[in-house]
């Protein structure tokens, strides 16, 4: 099982960024995905994460409404599309899976595969 999160780069702020987190070996159509991020000096944080059946858990408040998940299980690939990109959003972006569960548990002790994350800059 193995997932890799893509996608990242600069950005002013203001801008958007779409990440993309592809899985291998792996069949994501039955799992939980959720995206994370840990900032410079800080924790790991859940941003949020899509079940199965396509239900959306918002970890975070700070990005409910510019952040979009959609998942593509054909594609064996979930998105994360940032809109109005924030200096704080700066941060390493990982995705894992709460295989074998289906849902997106509240704790990401839950979650694994984490694989390489990709860096997210916003700056001017």
């Known amino acids: 099982v193995q997932l890799q999160a893509s996608g990242g780069g600069l950005v002013q702020p203001g801008g958007f960024l779409r990440l993309s987190c592809a899985a291998f070996g792996f069949t994501i159509d039955y799992h939980g995905i959720g995206w994370f991020r840990q900032a410079p000096g800080k924790e790991r944080e859940a941003v949020a994460c899509?079940?199965?059946?396509?239900?959306?858990?918002d970890y975070i408040d700070s990005t409910k409404g510019r952040f979009t998940l959609t998942r593509d299980n054909a594609k064996a690939t979930v998105s994360l599309q940032m809109n109005i990109l924030k200096p704080e959003d700066t941060a390493v972006y990982y995705c894992?899976?709460?295989?074998?569960?289906?849902?997106?548990?509240?704790?990401?002790?839950?979650?694994?595969?984490w694989g390489q994350g990709t860096l997210v800059t916003v700056s001017s």
């Open positions: 899509v079940s199965s059946d396509y239900r959306v858990t």
């Open positions: 894992a899976t709460s295989y074998p569960r289906s849902d997106c548990p509240p704790n990401q002790r839950d979650f694994r595969s």
